[in-house]
């Protein structure tokens, strides 16, 4: 069998998913192949994309806010002549050949942008594969409703049903997996061996702080608050790509434990380590903590997916939410205040985690038909 998995880098969300899955299949001997479709199609539009993700969220948030908003209320596209549709129609022309020559039984999308080019492929160039669909965050994101005869699509949660009912994705299509995460994050470490491997007490809480692998947020005055509550606990901080946060944090002193890290491949044990985490409402992100039965506190969100990340996951009762009204020591201190909010937020990161999203989704693969190939 073979397996085509198309992601797009905005932010590492996508590609981490990609490579999930992608891991997950070849260990049952799926042929993979795994494409960046906008840099395969021309680097200088996949650098474009990338770089303008990045600069969209950081110098013109506001901006991308705005827009982001603007085309949730979008329709179904069924006009030829948009832009966006040109746009679309081009990739999906330049990946035809690429597809055909490979012959995938199935094509795995991480992005919504990878998805459409699918949707038009196997409507007018008579490519054939299975098409997966991926939602890697907790709302479904604008375009979705132009994908109407992809086979499946993947969900974090069966909670996202509404939403993709009201975009016109029917409920069979629906398949509520949880975005693939990497093996490690189905493995346990007992906390107290966790915490003795990472140099910490094994009689005190732990709080972890992140801001995804490029330390976005302002991890440093998170730890300052977090440091100013009057309760006993040790603190670790994954700075990740941010090298100005990790020297800065790794130079201070503060009153609780505090330990400092660079990019790390640990994330897995250090969430075992932990009672919950401190960090901004990415879709991996949030997966892998509820993978590993972690609450979450959540700060700043980036604008668009990540506000509605943070929304969700606080009306489902996995996550308390940092606002103008409700700061981040308030929410540190009343969570190891109050035994029952913690117990109840506990129960609901059980039910809503996936800690096997990836074994589950290259199960579900390999059983697919592989008798409908792409046409030579």
Known sequence: MKALILTVSTGEGHNSAAKAIETALIQKGVECEKLDVYYYVNKFLGFTISYGYLLSIDAMSAGYASLYNHLEKRKPNSSKLSPTAAVFGLVASKLCDYVKNFDPDVII????????????????????ARSIGIVTDYTVHPYWEDVKTMDHIVLPTADLGWQCEKKGLATDKQLAFGIPLREDFSKYTDKAEARRR????????VIMVMGGSMGFGDLCE???QIDKVNKCFQVVVVCGANETAYK??????????VLALGYTNEIPLIMDASDCIVTKPGGITVSEALAKNLPLILTKPIPGHEERNKSFLINSGVAMGVSEKASLQELVWLFF???DRRRCMTEAVKRMGHADSSEVLANFVVEIDGSVRCEQ
């Open 109 to 128: 999308s991480t992005h919504i942008f990878a998805a459409i080019p699918v949707e038009i492929l196997k409507s007018k160039y008579n490519v054939r």
């Open 198 to 205: 990472l140099g910490l007490l094994d009689d005190k809480p």
């Open 222 to 224: 998170n730890v300052e």
């Open 248 to 257: 800065k944090i790794s130079a201070c002193k503060y009153r609780h434990k």
């Open 337 to 339: 205040s109050d035994n």
